[in-house]
């Protein structure tokens, strides 16, 4: 069960409830000007009536210090005597956050801290001086909005990628969750016949934003910092996967089988469909030759050019 116990920001209960009924997670009834410490208790004994194991009391945000409010949440642990009290705090905040922190664990048995936004260009930082002054543990990380943008911290993953050697584990198991083991079976099945066809390509489009787009992908590779640069220096953003994908769906059937039949009249067809130019899909194929290329030599196991070095200039020159 899930309990807001935020009543100072406008809707803070209302957007609870309403998370709780996306992801089937039942929530306590609010009961509008009740107090934090009154909900509380309201919370344990409806846990208990509706046999919920769990309750994750939801408090108000302190993006600073605040001495009436740290008296609340003293007031609050002394009510529930939690088994877990975790910090959430942003880690684009930098200082402010390791204050806040020091200031959670003097007044409250603090046991962890859920870091947010770590997908962004400064993460890792805030993880180093937080765990410093609160000494306790990061016990997970955000990386996006959803509700499934959640992983479990490794403290040697995310030195790996300050230090911008990648996060390759990491990136498996994300693209085990959310790609599915079915997806990922057909695309081995592909890759060792050696076939690629642009309906592969569109699922491969579709399944990288579903990992955050190219920069959720991009961030936990190899050299990414290198990577980053060159996908800045070439004005390569998130509009191209989806402009690719408006193409791809406007080709016929057999054009996706078998992208060597489209000519001129069949590029103007495929522009005018998907709100492009003929330019785009002149691009669009001679990335997809090159990708069909990369994908025969790795049913081979022979790609060259992938390794730390960053994207290859070949690849990136047909991106640009």
Avoid: W
Wanted: proline content about 3%.
């Amino acid at each position: 069960m899930m309990v807001s116990l935020d009543v100072y920001r406008p809707a803070a209960q209302e957007q609870l409830k309403s998370l709780g009924e996306q992801n089937n997670i039942l929530t306590l009834p609010i009961i509008e000007g009740q107090l934090p410490a009154d909900i509380c208790r309201r919370a344990v004994s409806a846990a208990n009536l509706n046999g919920a194991e769990i309750i994750l009391f939801d408090t108000a945000g302190r993006t600073q210090i605040d001495l009436q409010m740290m008296s609340e949440i003293k007031q609050i642990e002394n009510i529930i005597n939690p088994t877990e009290t975790f910090l959430v705090a942003d880690s684009l905040t930098g200082q402010v956050a390791a204050e806040v922190a020091k200031e959670f664990k003097n007044t409250v048995n603090l046991t962890g801290i859920i870091l947010t936004r770590t997908d962004g260009d400064a993460r890792g930082g805030a993880a180093v001086s937080m765990k410093f002054v609160s000494q306790v543990p990061i016990k997970f990380l955000g990386i996006g909005e959803k509700i499934d943008n959640i992983e479990v911290f490794h403290p040697d993953r995310i030195a790996n990628r300050i230090l911008g050697m990648g996060d390759i584990v990491s990136l498996v198991e994300k693209a085990a969750q959310d790609l599915g083991e079915e997806n990922i079976k057909k695309a081995e099945e592909n890759l060792k016949k050696g076939s690629f066809s642009m309906q592969d390509y569109l699922v491969q489009l579709r399944q990288m934003k579903k990992m955050g787009g190219i920069e959720g992908v991009m961030s936990f590779m190899p050299g990414v910092s290198k990577i980053k640069s060159q996908m800045d220096q070439a004005g390569i953003d998130e509009k191209i996967v989806t402009q690719n994908e408006a193409v791809i769906l406007s080709m016929t059937k057999k054009e996706r089988e078998n992208p060597k039949i489209i000519d001129g009249s069949r590029k103007k067809r495929i522009a005018n469909g998907s709100g492009t130019d003929v330019a785009t899909i002149n691009k669009l194929l001679k990335q997809f030759k090159m990708m069909s290329e990369m994908m025969k030599k790795m049913s081979k196991g022979n790609l060259k050019g992938m390794s730390d070095k960053g994207i290859p200039p070949e690849l990136l020159n047909q991106l640009k």
